[in-house]
Every structure is written in structure tokens, then in C-alpha cells.
């Protein structure tokens, strides 16, 4: 049963640490999208790939975020410093959305929270 | 990307049908429906998406009316594990980005 895979499922941290979360897209899906979710403000979509390249991370605060592709079958999220605001729980999600029905598979999520 | 509009709760009894509306006066022609739900804790799950036509699937139809502005999530016999939050969204062609921008969506209970 093909699933998104994330890792860690839980972190605490404290603040000014760097924090990187990693994400197995379903293999064979050619886009990676991350989410961030919080009380506050819903899901949020933070940046996405297709076939490993950015397509856009405007939704990341830039200063201290950064997402990439290394290969097809991992996905990192990277906070560097983090702050107490960056709690919250990252969703990593993955499609073949190009020729395919758009249905993202979401997987079960990093819980972050950042003292 | 059109912006939808949802009631924030909802209640439905066990073993009834859950109908759970969606506004979307503003879609544009080649942009799709797509339903999800998140269960608590859990991360969002794919229930059904469609494009004019009704849709039907193993977890629910799909009811978009005539004129695309709205639509309607059915469960037909609705369970204690459907308790969730929907969220109906708008987004391009299923060619495009893939993009999925969430709303507030629908709290749906589910009571005995």
C-alpha cells in the first residue's frame, strides 16, 4: 500500500536550532507539495516541486525556510533558525498530477514545536 | 484559483446521509472541484473531485450544479468514523500545478 512517508513524526526543539524534516513521495508521483498547519491559520502550502524542480515557495518565509528535491525519493524541509512561531505540524503530499486525476496523498505529518 | 465558501459545522445523525454544500460563484471554466476531508490528526485525504458532471465514488458523490457555482458532498450513510473537517476547493485543470489551496472548511459531526 503506497504511502507518503515523513520523518521525524514528532520533534521538540529549541529555539535558534536548525529543524529538517524529511519527506518519501509515493514513488513514480512527479509533484511535492508541503504544508504547514496551525490553529491559527488553517493549511498553509509552503512551497512544491514537480519532477524535482521549485515551482513555487512563496508561501515560505524566506529568511529562514529552505526546500528542496535531492533526488525523486526524498523531499527536505529545513528551518535554520527556528522560532516558537515555526510550532506547528508540516504535511508533506505527493502527486502525479500532470495526465493524472490531481489527487494529492497526504502523509501523517512532522509536529514541530520549538521552545 | 476561485475561493469557496462553507458553514463552518454541521451535525448528522449515524446512518443518515451527510450533505455538505460549497459555494463557488466565481470558478472559471477549467477549474475542478476537489473534495477532501482531515480526520483528526491525521494529514488531509482525497474523497472525490470532478468538473461538471456528477461524480460517484466508494466514499461519496458528487452533485455540481448546472451553473458550476455550487456544489454538494454526499455521504450516504454517514458513520461515527466520518467525523472530520471537509474542505472543498477550486483548483486548475487536473494538467496544471496540482495546487491545493484549503479553506476553513466544514466540521462535520457525527452523532449516535
Known amino acids: 500500500d503506497a504511502r507518503v512517508t515523513q520523518t521525524p513524526r514528532h520533534k521538540v526543539t529549541e529555539m535558534g536550532q536548525e529543524v529538517t524534516m524529511r519527506c518519501q513521495p509515493i514513488?513514480?508521483?512527479?509533484?511535492v507539495f508541503w504544508y504547514r498547519q496551525t490553529m491559527m491559520q488553517g493549511l498553509e502550502l509552503l512551497a512544491y516541486?514537480?519532477?524535482?524542480?521549485?515551482?513555487?515557495d512563496s508561501g515560505m518565509p524566506k529568511d529562514r525556510f529552505s526546500a528542496e528535491m535531492p533526488d525523486a525519493t526524498l523531499a527536505t524541509l529545513k528551518i535554520q533558525p527556528s522560532e516558537p512561531r515555526d510550532s506547528a505540524v508540516y504535511f508533506c503530499?505527493?502527486?502525479?498530477?500532470?495526465?493524472?486525476?490531481?489527487?494529492?496523498?497526504f502523509g501523517e505529518g512532522s509536529r514541530l514545536t520549538v521552545l | 484559483d476561485a475561493k469557496t465558501t462553507q458553514p463552518p459545522s454541521m451535525d448528522c445523525a449515524e446512518g443518515r446521509a451527510a450533505n455538505l454544500p460549497c459555494n463557488h460563484s466565481?470558478?472559471?471554466?477549467?477549474?475542478?472541484v476537489y473534495w477532501y476531508r482531515q480526520i483528526h490528526s491525521q494529514g488531509p485525504q482525497y474523497i472525490i473531485h470532478?468538473?461538471?458532471n456528477n461524480e460517484t465514488n466508494e466514499m461519496a458523490s458528487l452533485i455540481i450544479t448546472e451553473d458550476r457555482k455550487s456544489s454538494t458532498l454526499i455521504l450516504p450513510h454517514a458513520t461515527l468514523r466520518d467525523t472530520a473537517v471537509y474542505y472543498c476547493?477550486?483548483?486548475?485543470?487536473?494538467?496544471?500545478?496540482?495546487?491545493?489551496?484549503f479553506g476553513q472548511g466544514t466540521t462535520l459531526q457525527v452523532k449516535p
Open positions: 503530499a505527493s502527486g502525479l498530477v500532470a495526465g493524472g486525476t490531481g489527487e494529492l496523498f
Open positions: 470532478g468538473l461538471k
Open positions: 514513488l513514480g508521483h512527479n509533484t
Open positions: 476547493i477550486v483548483s486548475g485543470s487536473s494538467g496544471n500545478t496540482g495546487k491545493l489551496i
Open positions: 516541486f514537480r519532477n524535482r524542480a521549485p515551482l513555487d
Open positions: 466565481t470558478i472559471s471554466g477549467n477549474e475542478y
